[in-house]
């Protein structure tokens, strides 16, 4: 890329600057005190004391008891992060990037924790039930449940999951629905459809995205981008989001989750027998009071991939983006709309180098544009 880096962009705004700086602290003291709660109930002892609660409260059943600990667990951590979590419903206000009241913000949380809840005490109760059962093969037989499990939930996403958040309905425009039919037609392809995803109730900023598997599979585009977009910035984005579907990115991402969930059941079943059979820190593998460290190493883990799945996922929309220079006529659109997206977004289109590698999931808005300008030169 360093022959397209020559060409000079307006530097982002002090605004813009101190936005993302107070976002990045932000995920990074999320992740600092959810990482610190777990060290501190495993050193402290504390996880055995809610074991020994859980137990109590069950009459000694096993299968309602580690449901218990997982709702102790999980309600302790929203207590511990919630001021976080108001902090960051508070800046997009105060930087003018929300529509969003209180009350609705508060019911979406409530909502986020029941599902995360319910999750959770699935994936939770099947890894207690395999360690009591399976000991030896508990973490393989684990992760290929849980892999059929995330392939279900990104196929049930679009329809269950997205709108328990936001409205959805077909996209009415005619004039872009031929439009993508021809950019389909021209892929030999075929997404099922394209809807309008209702975000101004909560958001000022637009997004785009492709989403479900199979039948669910389709375009949404937030209505903030619609209703302020030209057409022909609204078919560069459309174009954008089609390369990832000729692409097969949502297949391979889960290819790819799937080694990394593969390592890190493995990793989990090493770190606890080290920590039953050597450390003596816990009696028995399917010991529930162990739960912190399992979510330890899975936190650990994703830390430590965090730029590797970052640089895959740059390197996903950079072909998205070559495919979209490659389907519509000319690459000023996509270059109009990504301005427009860093201004609304408040979005930093010049990053520094070691955000951009350890943050980003998607390539800096100045690197996509630079990349459309020497596609345009060369063809
Ligand atoms: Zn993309």
């Not at 977009?229 to 984005?237: G, L, N, P, W």
């Not at 979510?295 to 965090?306: E, G, K, N, R, Y």
């Not at 709309?337 to 955000?355: C, D, G, H, I």
Request: proline share 3%.
């Amino acid at each position: 890329m360093s022959a397209t880096e020559t060409i000079t962009l307006a530097a982002d705004s002090a605004e813009t600057r101190r936005y993302n700086r107070l976002k990045r602290w932000l995920s990074v003291a999320d992740f600092g005190v959810g990482f610190a709660l777990l060290i501190v109930l495993l050193v402290t002892g504390w996880t055995g004391v809610l074991r020994d609660l859980a137990y109590r409260e069950s009459r000694q059943n096993y299968t309602l008891a580690v449901f218990l600990y997982v709702v102790m667990l999980m309600l302790i951590s929203k207590v511990i992060s919630l001021p976080l979590d108001y902090y960051g419903f508070r800046l997009e206000h105060r930087f003018n990037l929300s529509n969003q009241r209180l009350r609705s913000w508060l019911w979406d949380e409530c909502k986020g924790l029941g599902i995360g809840l319910a999750l959770a005490t699935i994936v939770v109760e099947l890894v207690y039930t395999l360690l009591r059962e399976e000991p030896q093969h508990w973490w393989l037989i684990a992760w290929a449940v849980f892999m059929v499990m995330m392939v279900l939930l990104a196929q049930l996403a679009p329809v269950v999951l997205f709108p328990i958040f936001y409205k959805f309905e077909p996209l009415e425009n005619e004039e872009l629905k031929h439009r993508l039919i021809v950019l389909s037609e021209r892929a030999g392809t075929r997404v099922r459809g394209v809807y309008k995803w209702n975000l101004s109730e909560k958001s000022k900023k637009a997004n785009a995205a492709l989403t479900g598997l199979g039948a669910t599979r389709r375009i949404i585009l937030a209505d903030t981008l619609l209703d302020h977009y030209s057409d022909d910035e609204i078919e560069a984005v459309l174009a954008h989001e089609l390369g990832h579907h000729v692409h097969r990115h949502i297949l391979k991402s889960i290819v790819v989750e799937a080694g990394v969930t593969l390592l890190g059941f493995w990793l989990a079943n090493v770190v606890l027998r080290y920590s039953v059979e050597q450390r003596h820190l816990f009696e028995t593998p399917s010991d529930f009071a162990n739960l912190p460290l399992l979510i330890l190493v899975a936190a650990a883990l994703s830390l430590v991939l965090m730029p590797a799945l970052n640089a895959y996922s740059r390197f996903n929309e950079r072909q998205a983006d070559r495919y979209c220079f490659e389907s519509v006529p000319s690459v000023e659109p996509f270059i109009s709309s990504m301005n427009k997206l860093s201004e609304q977004n408040l979005a930093e289109k010049t990053p520094s180098r070691w955000v951009e590698w350890l943050f980003h999931s998607h390539p800096a808005i100045a690197r996509r544009v630079a990349a459309a300008e020497v596609w345009a030169r060369e063809h």
